[in-house]
């Protein structure tokens, strides 16, 4: 078996797993660490998209 | 002649020789240090933590924390054996290639029981060409990494510097 991801699905999957982590260890209440985990998973796909775009644009 | 205070001639306390004053005024020794807390206290959780992801967590009663980090921490170390990456041995060579290849045998061997379990099943993927399979390397080694975080919260638990 082997999972074939793009580059674009294997980000996604580790902004999801690293998040969940940094929620999880962060933070005091049960709310905090929702909001700090959708902040971190969300700061993760604004660099994805915003390296592509970089990338994209700098390749010419 | 090591003399220690001075009184006056009505017996009155004048004062005290320089020995003796900085005696009083330094702290004693380890006195602004912390404490450390007793072994047993942190042992049992980070030692299950590290065998199994999450697990220091549930042992500490924290069961939704724990599952969410066993989810997180397997699932990542999963996706990374699909993805067919590569497991870091020790390795001698120049410095480059020995704090690559031990830096992330740490980072292998610190995911616990997956770790152990894949290479007890036989899982030996040599390095492959192409970009999955090198974010697959990525994952194991993050997902070891990951752990490293779980079980200093753990420790912050158990220690009770933290909830």
């Known amino acids: 078996m082997y999972w074939n991801l793009s580059h674009f699905e294997a980000s996604f999957v580790f902004a999801l797993f690293t998040s969940i982590v940094f929620g999880v260890v962060s933070r005091k209440t049960d709310q905090e660490r929702l909001y700090y985990g959708l902040y971190v998973f969300g700061c993760f796909l604004a660099a994805t998209f915003g390296l592509a775009w970089l990338m994209y644009l700098g390749h010419g | ?163």
């Open chain 2, 1 to 163: 002649m090591d003399r220690r205070c001075w009184h006056g001639t009505d017996g009155k306390l004048l004062g005290y020789n320089r020995k003796v004053m900085a005696q009083a005024k330094a702290p004693a020794a380890g006195a602004d240090r912390e404490a450390r807390p007793p072994v047993q206290a942190w042992l049992g959780p980070v030692a299950l933590g590290w065998l199994v992801p999450g697990a220091g967590h549930i042992y500490l009663k924290r069961w939704n924390r724990g599952a969410l980090l066993l989810v997180a921490i397997v699932g990542m170390f999963v996706f990374g054996l699909l993805m067919r990456g590569k497991m870091f041995e020790p390795t001698d060579g120049d410095l480059f290639t020995m704090a690559l290849n031990y830096g992330g045998f740490i980072g292998n061997l610190a995911s616990g029981a997956p770790y152990f379990l894949a290479t007890w099943l036989g899982y030996s993927q040599p390095e492959l060409p192409g970009a999955v399979a090198d974010y697959g390397t990525k994952f194991l080694v993050c997902a070891g990494l990951l752990n490293v975080l779980a079980l200093i919260d753990a420790y912050e638990i158990a220690v009770g510097k933290k909830d």
